[in-house]
């Protein structure tokens, strides 16, 4: 009370003194009566009016659990005067010791809340290691506190933490190295990375039977120094001895056994040291247009995969076949060099000699054409066409009769029959042969004999070009003639039957047969009668003069007094 501590530090009043007491204790109601009371219930005393709140995991225990004789000090046992301690609430301090063990055996002193909360034992508040004598650095700050205090030899149930010895590395860490370094780890290494060995150590590679050279002076010691023991031999007579051979043996049936200074230098894996003059030597000499070219167009670049013993017996081993496979069948069977150098793939050596042993030999105005006016990009997009199926003329040519001739008039020769053929020569299109017009359907007779192709096959357009000219005309006269008798001798819708009377021989109607013809019949005198002394009318048909032969009178009267 003296001090302002604790309960009755807090409620008792101070003007009152000990005349206060009674507010709470009352007396003289027997030697059993507690003469004490409680304004609430001791699950409901607000313990922040003893000045030591119930906080973190204080807040759910039980009143018993810390008021109890085993947590009350020697010292204050004589002085309290219940004789059964369980049963006061006094002797008790705020400090964790009178109620929780030293699980760290008076090591760091008394202050418990400098590393730990009411909240939890674990885990620890924010202890600043950089307070100690061994501050952490580098790697050391991401260790748990357990890899480095381990349990004391005394007493294994206590963890270690003074008296440790730091002065070295080798306190904690094993030396790798089995003693091959005299002077300490700092010298080489840091705190940081242990791997990233300081290049200003000191030590002189070159003093060693392997002065590091060229790419040699950057890699890390234990890429070659597998083990960390530097007093182990590192076998290094030849680069695959440390490395892998990234062309997975391709060279090893070489003198030198594939080893990878033949091509290769300690300054750089790139560029190589084997050149097209090296190349001179392999079995695939470099000639004409291969020279100069670029290794990875043929070795093509995949890692430890490259493959530098390709296939060349044949060109499409390394190109690609330009023309899709149209010559793989015999005799070419795809052999590039009987038409390509290695000098340049343009131009071929394929001669007009060689056409004439193709499938088509190149006869009369053929032989002058250029390849590239029969043999132009069509089915294949990345090439030409060589092989056709259809060698008829129509194959490349336009029909320019549009299709009026049909494949039952073929006559041309055995090796490529066609129907133009019928007609055409192959040294010139305008120069025609001597054509069989039976073959038409339309044999040519009398006054016919002597017409021009273009008398009878008019073209279209009179300022056309000849591929304009129909070819496949009707037989009738009237296609080519003009009815001269205003279509008195038509049929119904059909033409007039010329032949009745007219000849191919000659104009005048010789051959119409006034009996059969007609229902006149010129017996007796009319017989020597010309036509024209009974078939005298005559009438104008668009504007054209026309003697009448239909509806001429047949009484006497009309032709004689």
Same mark, same amino acid.
């Given at each position: ?60 225990? #039980? ?5 109890? *004789?085993?947590?009350?000090?020697? !010292? ?14 006094e002797g008790l301090h705020p400090a964790c010791q009178p109620c929780h063990a030293d699980p760290h055996g008076g090591q760091l002193g008394a202050d418990c809340e400098k590393c730990h909360s009411v909240a939890g034992w674990k885990p620890l508040k924010s202890f600043d290691h950089s307070t100690t004598h061994f501050p952490l650095t580098g790697k ?21 933490? =003074?008296?440790?010895?730091? *002065?070295?590395? @080798?306190?904690c860490h094993k030396d790798p190295h089995r003693g091959a370094f005299a002077a300490r780890c700092e010298g080489c290494h840091n705190t940081d990375v242990w791997k990233q060995v300081r290049i200003s150590n000191g030590f002189d590679h070159a003093t060693t039977k392997f002065p590091l050279e060229g790419k040699h002076r950057d890699v890390a010691c ?19 001895? /440390? ?11 070489? *003198? ?30 470099? =000639? ?44 070419? *069977?795809?052999? /590039? ?28 105005? #053929? ?28 194959? /490349? ?26 007609? #055409? ?47 496949? =005309? ?21 033409? !007039?039957?010329?032949?009745? /009377?007219? =000849?191919?021989?000659?104009?005048? !109607? @010789? ?51």
């Amino acid at each position: 009370m003296r001090q302002h501590e604790g309960y009755h530090g807090r409620v008792v009043d101070r003007a009152k003194q000990d005349q206060d007491c009674a507010r709470c204790h009352t007396e003289h109601y027997g030697e059993d009566f507690r003469i004490y009371k409680w304004e609430t219930s001791k699950e409901e005393f607000d313990h922040r009016q003893t000045g030591y709140p119930l906080l973190g995991r204080h807040a759910g225990l #039980h009143c018993e659990q810390c008021h109890n *004789a085993k947590h009350i000090s020697q !010292a204050d046992r004589r002085q309290i005067k219940v004789s059964d301690l369980n049963k006061t609430f006094e002797g008790l301090h705020p400090a964790c010791q009178p109620c929780h063990a030293d699980p760290h055996g008076g090591q760091l002193g008394a202050d418990c809340e400098k590393c730990h909360s009411v909240a939890g034992w674990k885990p620890l508040k924010s202890f600043d290691h950089s307070t100690t004598h061994f501050p952490l650095t580098g790697k050391h700050k991401d260790v748990e506190c357990a890899k480095c205090h381990h349990p004391a030899a005394s007493n294994a149930k206590v963890v270690q933490y =003074t008296g440790l010895s730091f *002065a070295a590395c @080798t306190g904690c860490h094993k030396d790798p190295h089995r003693g091959a370094f005299a002077a300490r780890c700092e010298g080489c290494h840091n705190t940081d990375v242990w791997k990233q060995v300081r290049i200003s150590n000191g030590f002189d590679h070159a003093t060693t039977k392997f002065p590091l050279e060229g790419k040699h002076r950057d890699v890390a010691c234990l890429k070659c120094h597998r083990d960390s023991n530097f007093k182990t031999p590192v076998a290094h007579q030849k680069c695959l001895d /440390c490395h892998q051979d990234k062309h997975q043996g391709q060279f090893l049936h070489r *003198a030198d056994g594939g080893d990878c200074g033949s091509c290769h230098t300690a300054t750089g894996w790139r560029p190589s040291t084997f050149t097209e003059a090296s190349h001179q030597a392999t079995a695939y000499p470099l =000639t004409g247009k291969h020279q100069g070219m670029a290794c990875a167009k043929c070795h093509t670049p995949a890692a430890p995969g490259t493959n530098y013993h390709p296939r060349f017996k044949a060109c499409l081993d390394c190109h690609k076949d330009p023309h899709a496979g149209q010559f793989a069948s015999a005799p070419r *069977a795809n052999r /590039c060099e009987a038409c390509h150098t290695v000098n340049g793939f343009h131009p071929a050596t394929f001669s007009l000699r060689d056409h004439q042993n193709s499938r088509f030999a190149l006869n009369g105005a #053929h032989a002058a054409v250029a390849c590239q006016d029969c043999h132009q990009k069509g089915p294949h997009a990345d090439g030409w066409q060589f092989h056709f199926g259809n060698l008829a003329c129509v194959g /490349c040519h336009q029909d320019p009769h549009h299709g009026d001739f049909p494949t039952a008039m073929a006559a041309g020769s055995q090796a490529a029959p066609d129907v133009c053929e019928s007609c #055409h020569g192959l040294a010139s299109w305008q120069r025609l042969k001597s054509f069989d017009h039976a073959q038409a359907g339309f044999p040519l007779t009398g006054a016919h004999l002597v017409l021009g192709c273009l008398d009878c096959h008019r073209p279209l357009n009179p300022a056309g070009r000849p591929r304009q000219i129909p070819f496949k =005309t009707s037989p009738q006269c009237a296609s080519c003639h003009e009815d001269i008798h205003g279509g008195q001798f038509q049929s119904g819708g059909d033409s !007039a039957d010329c032949a009745r /009377c007219h =000849t191919t021989s000659r104009w005048l !109607a @010789t051959g119409f047969d006034h009996e059969t013809g007609s229902t006149f019949s010129l017996r007796g005198a009319h017989l020597d009668v010309p036509c024209r002394m009974c078939h005298k009318a005559e009438q104008s048909v668009a504007g054209r003069t026309i003697a009448l032969y239909k509806g001429t009178p047949r009484e006497c009267a009309s032709c004689h007094r």
